[in-house]
């Protein structure tokens, strides 16, 4: 109760706070850019482009303590050697004390609906791996099924093709990449492993360090914005995963990956609205665990469905909208031989609260999560979490 109550009060101070102007973020899907695609928009004029995005949170687990993080700072850099060629940047400081570089690709645009790319770039798959600047999406975290089910941020090594059949309103993409790491030697012959069946993939996601490869994985969005408001996304990533030399020979080394999404986001006046749904099958994984020791399924499959409601009149300088968010993720939807699934992976969150957008580029968040799996008095804290975001 006492963790409801302070939430209601959010709501009600957010009313009281003086009027900035409107959120750069347009809450038209067809109009939203990622920093990507800010940085390759023109650069605003200027051959050099910098900015940043980051978030500091709360969380307080129902019975625990509470706890406060620099979660990740994000500093983009772009530069625009001509015309048609740009570099784009994104260097991720998190929790204060680690390091990544979360992309670092070249764009050449060959003509106004066709460029080429190469370097660390983001996988498509479903919205927030893409769209994932705080200033972005509702909650103070992310949705579960986009870090257990889509391993976000999930980035890798690649090479492709982006952009657009504007006749039909479509819009493209497709890569090839190296896949995940999967195993490497345990020094005994055998093989430690990196997938498992509490977090799927997301061990096995190489981030652009010292990237092993054995054979390349394809992956590929299209976009469909044809009808006012809507944006329609399908994506596809398939291949196998990579297992370092000394054990790659190993029956179990590795793994078949073919993983697909939908996903859809609506706006429209004060409303909003977006869903997704994630299928992956994996191949060969009895041979894996047999190897590994590990409990990885044979399937993973998550979707949620959000809506939001701008509280705010369209003339206001500010937004405030409550959302719900309802999500379900199972990384044991399948299990191959003697696996027997696990229920305690099966989980669904139930995310309300608000996003108070007081200035362009500046979001303040508060959000209750009821979680749950599907084990019968199933030990998962509820959780109240707020947080500051900012873009730039």
């Known amino acids: 109760m006492r963790n409801l109550t302070i939430l209601a009060l959010l ?67 772009g530069y625009k050697f001509n015309e048609k060629t ?7 400081f998190e929790h204060v004390e680690e390091v990544f570089v979360e992309q670092a690709f070249v764009n050449y645009a060959v003509s106004d609906n066709l460029s080429l790319r190469g370097g660390l770039m983001l996988v498509p798959m479903g919205i927030v791996n893409e769209f994932h600047e705080p200033t972005t999406f509702n909650g103070v975290e992310r949705p579960a099924v986009d870090n257990s089910i889509v391993p976000t941020t999930w980035r890798e090594i690649g090479v492709g093709v982006t952009g657009r059949f504007p006749d039909a309103s479509l819009g493209y993409q497709a ?8 195993t490497v030697s345990d020094g005994e012959g055998g093989a430690t492993g990196f997938l498992s069946g509490s977090s799927g993939l997301r061990g096995g996601r190489q981030k652009g360090i010292q990237s092993t490869i054995d054979s390349p994985t394809f992956s590929t969005k299209l976009d469909y914005y044809g009808i006012p408001g809507l944006r329609l996304g399908l994506s596809g990533y398939f291949g196998r995963t990579q297992a370092e030399d000394d054990v790659e020979i190993l029956d179990g080394a590795d793994i078949g990956i073919a993983m697909v999404g939908v996903d859809a986001r609506y706006g429209y006046q004060r409303f ?6 994630i299928y992956a099958s994996l191949n060969d994984t009895e041979a894996y665990n047999n190897l590994t020791g590990r409990d ?89 979490n707020f947080g500051i975001g900012v873009w730039f």
Do not use: C, W
């Open 11 to 77: 709501l009600v101070t957010s009313f009281n706070m003086a009027q900035t102007a409107n959120d750069s973020i347009s809450v038209d899907p067809q109009l939203q850019q990622n920093a990507a695609q800010r940085i390759l928009s023109g650069n605003y004029g200027k051959a050099v482009t910098i900015g940043a995005y980051g978030e500091i949170n709360y969380n307080q687990p129902e019975g625990d303590n509470g706890e406060l993080d620099v979660q990740r700072l994000v500093v983009l850099l």
């Open 175 to 182: 890569y090839i990449f190296n896949g995940f790491k999967s």
């Open 272 to 277: 909003t609205a977006r869903g997704q749904f």
């Open 296 to 384: 990885l399924g044979s399937a993973l499959q998550g979707y949620y469905i959000e809506g939001a409601y701008n509280l705010l009149p369209l003339t206001a300088k500010q937004r405030l909208f409550a959302f719900a968010r309802y999500e379900n993720y199972d990384t044991h939807a399948d299990t191959e031989g003697g696996l027997v699934r696990n229920d305690a992976y099966n989980r669904t969150d139930i995310t309300t609260g608000l996003s108070y957008h007081i200035a362009p580029g500046v979001v303040l968040k508060g959000d209750y999560q009821f979680r749950d799996n599907n084990v019968e008095n199933g030990d998962v804290d509820d959780r109240l």
């Open 86 to 92: 740009q570099f784009v940047s994104e260097i991720e």
